[in-house]
């Protein structure tokens, strides 16, 4: 297959899992989500009598329980990461619309840590400087 192909199979595939995410994640999420897996629980704790108890019976709901998280955990991050994604892409929309935006903080989430550092210890000095000249304001209109 040639390079162009295998992009596209790999679209298509990113395209299921992503809508294959958000449908399970918005169902796994919901109340009716929460009321399976409890149900799953209580049938669970039922037939603890049939099975007396046993070691098998215990390690069916560890197990299950492990293997449910385990997968929510891929299926919440790729929600998260889209979520993420689209905040940030609204957000680079509203700078690059604003002409007083400083258009530098288009794709901030890319910089290193050291740049981030960097811009955040900008803006705690214009945030020192902005609370200065608060208290200067409003200790002068309060001896009028």
């Not at 992503?18 to 919901?30: I, K």
């Not at 288009?106 to 981030?116: A, F, G, K, T, V």
Request: overall charge neutral.
């Amino acid at each position: 297959m040639n390079k162009q192909a295998i992009e596209a199979q790999e679209q298509i595939i990113h395209g299921h899992f992503g809508r294959f995410a958000a449908v399970a994640s918005g169902w796994l999420g919901s109340t009716w989500g929460f009321v399976g897996a409890g149900l799953v629980v209580v049938a669970w704790a039922a037939t603890g009598p049939v099975f007396h108890y046993s070691d098998n019976w215990a390690m069916v709901i560890g197990t299950g329980a492990s293997t449910a998280t385990f997968l929510m955990v891929f299926l919440i991050q790729n929600t998260q990461n889209r979520d993420s994604r689209a905040i940030n892409l609204k957000l680079n929309e509203l700078i690059r619309a604003m002409d007083s935006a400083r258009n530098q903080m288009i794709d901030i989430e890319r910089m290193s840590d050291l740049e981030l550092d960097e811009m955040q210890a900008t803006y705690e000095k214009i945030k020192i400087s902005w609370t200065e000249r608060q208290k200067r304001t409003a200790g002068g209109s309060q001896e009028k």
